[in-house]
């Protein structure tokens, strides 16, 4: 039996519910496969600040980095929201991302059959859809400097190194490559030097990846055409704002945030977290969707636990639930099950039985 060792950041918020759903599926999926994983709840974020007045504290990021895998909910909400700009538990998410060298995130949007409806956008637009946001996560001007504001400015730098640029466009022409052999850099090239830079050097690295088509597009027309057009998409590479702004788009397009995992990956370290926030307006209530979370889980067991048959099977339980027309609020169209977090967790364990 192999052992992994799993940290838990559940965070705050809706952090909590969606881990503790995918707690019980990991728990449910690794002795199908032969695995012992243990796994160890650590505090991050706000509920960390209130406990020990650190957002990451030293004990959280030595035991992240001693993990197999780390398990993110989200972290944030209008308790911390005042709390100067370095203190915030945002700061935090990025440090730790940093710290582990999490450059590379992985975002799938894929849109289920079964909520082909749950879109605002028409079906035979949306039904289809299957490409991958590969977002730089430890650079551009979420870390650029010089930042800061006083009374009369503020500022923040973008700014890209060569190696910086090179290694993401790399994860993404591999990526690619498995896939349907296209990739898509968004930038700002007509306005910002900087994605001039990084169209250079994209460029360049496609030389060796002769077998995939590349193409260039500026971000505005990119939020465009994925809402437009989304099929045409098989690999999105692009920067760290562009990214996150490109991701959430493509949420809508699978029916809701809840529905969008994640993986953040560096030469050592992986992070697996749903691509939403902690939802204040929600926590606490049991209303929260934990899909995105538990799809984050199953792109754990394909990757850093190399069992890619335990990612499809919880990814069968994820459609085998919706078909039988389980859906949480965010999801719910007419003559659904409206089912809180607790209860979806339940149909997906019982699924999980019954796919093996
Ligand atoms: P959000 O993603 O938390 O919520 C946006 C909207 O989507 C809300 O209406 C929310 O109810 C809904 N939603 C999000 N996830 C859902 C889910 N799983 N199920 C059902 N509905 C869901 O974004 P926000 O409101 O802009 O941010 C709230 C806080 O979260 C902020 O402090 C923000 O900085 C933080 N945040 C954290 C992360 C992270 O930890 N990775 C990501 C994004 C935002
Ligand atoms: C995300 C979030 C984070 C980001 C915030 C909370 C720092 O929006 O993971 O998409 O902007 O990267
Ligand atoms: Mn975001």
């Not at 980095?65 to 909400?77: S, Y």
């Not at 001007?141 to 890209?160: A, C, H, L, S």
């Not at 498995?178 to 994605?195: Q, Y």
Request: charged share 25%; proline share 4%.
């Amino acid at each position: 039996m192999r052992s992994i060792k799993i940290v838990s950041l559940p965070g705050d918020g809706i952090g909590q519910e969606v881990v503790a759903s995918a707690v019980q599926v990991i728990e449910k999926v690794a002795p199908k496969f032969d695995l012992e994983i243990s796994i160890e709840e650590h505090l991050f974020g706000g509920c960390s600040y209130d406990a020990h007045g650190e957002m990451l504290t030293e004990e959280t990021l030595a035991a992240c980095k001693n993990a197999d895998a780390v398990l993110l909910g989200a972290v944030g909400g209008p308790k911390w929201e005042n709390l100067p700009h370095n203190k915030k538990p945002e700061a935090a998410l990025l440090k730790l991302r940093k710290e582990l060298g999490l450059y590379a995130n992985i975002r799938p949007a894929k849109v289920f059959d079964a909520l082909a409806d749950a879109s605002s956008l028409k079906k035979d637009i949306i039904q289809g859809t299957d490409f991958v946001v590969v977002r730089e996560l430890t650079g551009g001007i979420y870390f650029g400097q010089p930042r800061g504001y006083d009374e009369e400015k503020g500022w923040n730098t973008m700014v890209y190194e060569k190696y910086e640029v090179e290694r993401i466009a790399r994860q993404a022409f591999e990526l690619a490559r498995k896939r349907g052999k296209k990739v898509t850099s968004i930038d700002k090239a007509n306005v910002l030097e900087v994605s001039q830079f990084w169209r250079q050097i994209v460029h360049e690295v496609h030389k060796d990846y002769q077998d995939v088509v590349l193409n260039d597009m500026y971000v505005d027309n990119a939020a465009m055409q994925v809402v437009r057009n989304p099929k045409q998409f098989d690999v999105i590479v692009t920067s760290n704002l562009f990214g996150d702004i490109i991701s959430d788009i493509s949420g809508m397009i699978t029916g809701s945030l809840g529905m969008l995992p994640s993986a953040s990956l560096g030469d050592k370290y992986a992070l697996y977290e749903p691509i939403h926030g902690s939802a204040p307006d929600i926590a606490g209530q049991n209303k929260a969707n934990p899909l995105a979370t538990l799809a984050s889980v199953a792109m754990m067991f394909e990757n850093t636990l190399d069992l890619p048959e335990a990612g499809k099977l919880i990814y069968s339980a994820i459609e085998d639930t919706l078909s039988k027309g389980y859906r949480t609020g965010d999801i719910k169209s007419e003559g659904c099950k409206l089912a809180s977090t607790t209860e979806m967790t339940e149909q997906i364990l019982t699924s999980l039985d019954a796919v093996k």
